[in-house]
């Protein structure tokens, strides 16, 4: 807990995305309890994944034990197998492609598009036409939603659909995000999200897998808890994982999908005070907000041109960690990453580019004003432009 003198909360660290409870979990754990239902089954479930169902826009939803979890579960079911190819955006968490990967698919990763930081559907429908050219579909597509603005589904959906590529949307940044007034990942074939402790509302983690499909969602549903067939005995005609989520996590996250619409205008309103606070410095931008949605800014991300503004990147988080302040450089891009130096790729220069200038800002909407206030002080104070 943090100290509550004045001087305590002057010197409070501002972490990047901290959970923010709503004062409600206790109530609905305390009921969890009393049910006597403490396992990765029974009502609380049930309640969350129709909550999900609610936030998301999707008719059938299974509730995992996180995000990382959910990706797996739909890899599987889209029966990924060795040597096969699954294409996603170089920017993005590598939670996105690694259960892939480790189910022995080859990744090849995409450049996303500078408007939006999401995978480019113009790159993406020219590497469709090649690859089919070379008789070497993608056995999947990954959509991925960044710092909560939505891919544009409708597009690298149209794109997949001519050569039959199913599409999955990582939307573990998106909830609450729209796309076209419908909520993010809607239109992909599976749509996973994630409930983990930094994300816009948390369960202190777990995560979803959702489809239109009650067929695929079954079979995740199956394997997310170990693959057993029905039987008195355990039997088992393939293998399965531990993957569900348990009702105490599942109590928590319920309270908190009850605030998520309040959750997504307080981080707007973080995002709007930086562009206030900072828009005037030379070298500044902003994470544009595309115009096909409205985006959560689960992350307040900002991009810093060391020439015009005097320092780097590298200057200003270090200048925010002077004063307990938490940023983050952007995702480095995956193809640099040491384990993917030998994927194949499609581009990259759009996302090298914002690893080198981008910084993302401490958003936890749990964050007062004077806390930002400080915030944008140190990021003024590194200006030298
Ligand atoms: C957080 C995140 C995940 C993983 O979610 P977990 O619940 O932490 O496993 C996957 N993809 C992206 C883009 C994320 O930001």
Not at 215 to 220: E, I, K, Q, S, Y
Request: hydrophobic letters at 45%; glycine letters at 10%; charged letters at 20%.
């Amino acid at each position: 807990m943090p100290d509550a003198t004045a001087e305590g909360w002057a010197s409070r660290r501002i972490p990047l995305s901290p959970p923010h409870l709503t004062g409600r979990e206790l109530t609905f754990l305390a009921a969890v309890l009393d049910s006597g239902w403490v396992a990765p089954a029974g009502p609380a479930i049930q309640d969350f994944e129709a909550a999900v169902g609610g936030a998301t826009g999707f008719p059938h939803v299974l509730a995992t034990a996180s995000g990382t979890a959910a990706l797996h579960l739909a890899y599987r079911v889209l029966d990924i197998a060795p040597g096969d190819e699954v294409w996603a955006p170089g920017f993005t968490f590598v939670a996105t492609i690694a259960p892939a990967v480790q189910m022995g698919a080859v990744p090849r990763f995409l450049d996303v598009d500078p408007g939006s930081w999401t995978l480019d559907p113009d790159l993406l429908r020219r590497e469709l036409r090649a690859a089919a050219r070379r008789g070497r579909l993608p056995r999947a597509v990954v959509a991925v939603d960044i710092y909560g603005q939505a891919a544009d589904l409708d597009a690298i959906v149209a794109a997949c659909d001519r050569w039959g590529v199913p599409v999955v949307s990582d939307s573990a940044e998106g909830l609450g995000a729209t796309l076209r007034g419908r909520p993010a990942g809607r239109g992909a074939r599976i749509a996973t999200y994630s409930f983990n402790g930094n994300k816009i509302v948390t369960a202190g983690g777990g995560g979803a897998l959702a489809s239109d499909d009650p067929v695929l969602v079954a079979r995740a549903r199956h394997l997310a808890s170990q693959a057993k067939d029905h039987a008195p005995h355990y039997q088992h005609s393939t293998t399965g994982h531990a993957y569900g989520m348990s009702s105490i996590l599942a109590a928590v996250g319920l309270a908190q999908v009850a605030v998520l619409a309040d959750r997504v205008a307080a981080r707007r309103a973080v995002f709007a005070r930086y562009v206030a606070g900072l828009a005037d410095l030379p070298g500044i931008g902003f994470m544009p907000e595309a115009d096909w949605g409205r985006a959560t800014r689960w992350l307040s991300a900002i991009r810093i041109d060391p020439t015009r503004f005097g320092a780097d990147r590298e200057a200003v988080r270090l200048a925010l960690e002077a004063i307990g302040a938490e940023s983050r450089p952007v995702w480095k891009p995956l193809p640099d990453q040491p384990v993917f130096r030998d994927a194949p790729s499609a581009g990259g220069a759009v996302a090298r580019t914002l690893f080198d200038e981008g910084l993302c800002l401490p958003s936890g909407t749990g964050m007062t004003a004077a806390e930002q206030d400080r915030v944008i002080a140190a990021i003024r104070g590194a200006c030298r432009g």
